[in-house]
């Protein structure tokens, strides 16, 4: 495993702050103070906190993006190929509760121009699974298979609320449970 670097440092403590108490009850001297830095040494990595958030919220959609398309490139079935899917969007969920959190509470807070990239993303990222669905069910919609994907991923992103149990218990239950909720577990 590699030392983060400072300015990996700076996303993973400005998410966690974020998600602790919104984009609005952080200022850049929290974000500094939680990094050892001050808050104008911040500058020398980030615009400003506007684009520390666009960063956080546009490299976690081109990261679920990216590797989603190279599980499905891999697979060797349309329901390996779902099934690889469920289990990346598992690990991220999982792994950046944080982030999750932040978008949703912070999504209005973000920038228009990557408010915009951040839903071209995530449309082709649901486009990814809706394909995969309408592999296994060619009758099933295009609009279907869109809200298929997006109920999928309310399932699958509740583990910042849902996580009762340890994570491996969880990743267990949730990737049990949408499989099953495509019919094919």
């Known amino acids: 495993m590699t030392t983060p670097t400072r300015r990996e440092q700076i996303l993973a403590t400005a998410a966690a702050l974020f998600a602790r108490r919104g984009f609005h009850g952080v200022a850049v001297t929290d974000i500094g103070?939680?990094?050892?830095?001050?808050?104008?040494?911040?500058?020398?990595?980030?615009?400003?906190?506007?684009?520390?958030l666009s960063e956080l919220l546009v490299g976690i959609s081109e990261l679920l993006l990216r590797v989603g398309l190279e599980r499905v490139e891999t697979a060797d079935s349309p329901r390996a190929a779902l099934?690889?899917?469920?289990?990346?969007?598992?690990?991220?969920?999982?792994?950046?509760?944080?982030?999750?959190?932040?978008?949703?509470?912070?999504w209005s807070s973000l920038p228009?121009?990557?408010?915009?990239?951040?839903?071209?993303?995530?449309?082709?990222?649901?486009?990814?699974?809706?394909?995969?669905?309408?592999e296994l069910d060619p009758g099933l919609g295009?609009?279907?298979a869109r809200a298929t994907a997006h109920a999928t991923f309310g399932l699958l992103n509740s583990t910042p609320h849902s996580?009762?149990?340890?994570?491996?218990?969880?990743?267990?239950?949730?990737?049990?449970m949408a499989l099953r909720s495509f019919g094919v577990a």
């Not at 050892?36 to 506007?50: C, E, Q, R, T, V």
């Not at 690990?91 to 978008?103: C, E, G, K, Y």
């Open 83 to 106: 099934d690889a899917l469920v289990d990346w969007h598992l690990s991220f969920a999982l792994d950046h509760r944080d982030l999750i959190v932040v978008q949703d509470r912070d």
């Open 142 to 144: 295009l609009d279907a």
């Open 33 to 52: 103070a939680a990094c050892g830095i001050s808050g104008p040494a911040l500058y020398k990595h980030f615009a400003s906190k506007d684009a520390l």
């Open 112 to 134: 228009d121009e990557a408010r915009e990239q951040v839903r071209k993303l995530q449309r082709a990222y649901v486009d990814v699974w809706a394909e995969r669905l309408r």
């Open 163 to 176: 996580a009762l149990l340890p994570d491996a218990a969880m990743r267990e239950l949730l990737h049990g």
